[in-house]
């Protein structure tokens, strides 16, 4: 069992920044790839951002390249989301969750996440 526990987010305007990290209680992380979901109010959790279990390969969702980064350091049992000029529409929760070696885009691909943590962008 991988717990993983999310720190970051807040209240941030237009244009701003926040890092989000994700910190993992089991070493068996580094095997894992790692995506970030994003639930906006009212809508389902989507997937936006993966990496792969060495960190070689990422995934994001249109919305979002150019603006956020994700990486990772196994060493330390961890994994981060740069996310940069944020829009108001980033408002939601977000969650970090572990997954298969390789990259998968489904949700249902994912098995251990995190709590959540809220980020919302004012105009």
């Known amino acids: 069992q991988v717990q993983l526990a999310q720190s970051g987010g807040g209240l941030v305007q237009a244009g701003g920044s926040l890092r989000l990290s994700c910190v993992a209680s089991?070493?068996?992380?580094?095997?894992?790839?790692v995506g970030w979901f994003h639930q906006a109010p009212g809508k389902e959790r989507e997937l936006i951002a993966a990496?792969?279990?060495?960190?070689?390969?990422?995934h994001y969702i249109e919305s979002v390249k150019g603006r956020f980064t994700i990486s990772r350091d196994n060493a330390k049992k961890a994994a981060y989301l740069q996310m940069n000029n944020l829009k108001p529409e980033d408002t939601g929760v977000y969650y970090c969750?572990?997954?298969?070696?390789?990259?998968?885009?489904?949700?249902?691909?994912?098995?251990?996440w995190g709590q959540g943590t809220q980020v919302t962008v004012s105009p």
């Open positions: 969750a572990t997954g298969p070696p390789h990259i998968m885009t489904e949700t249902l691909a994912y098995h251990y």
């Open positions: 089991e070493s068996t992380f580094s095997g894992y790839s």
């Open positions: 990496i792969g279990w060495n960190g070689e390969n990422t």
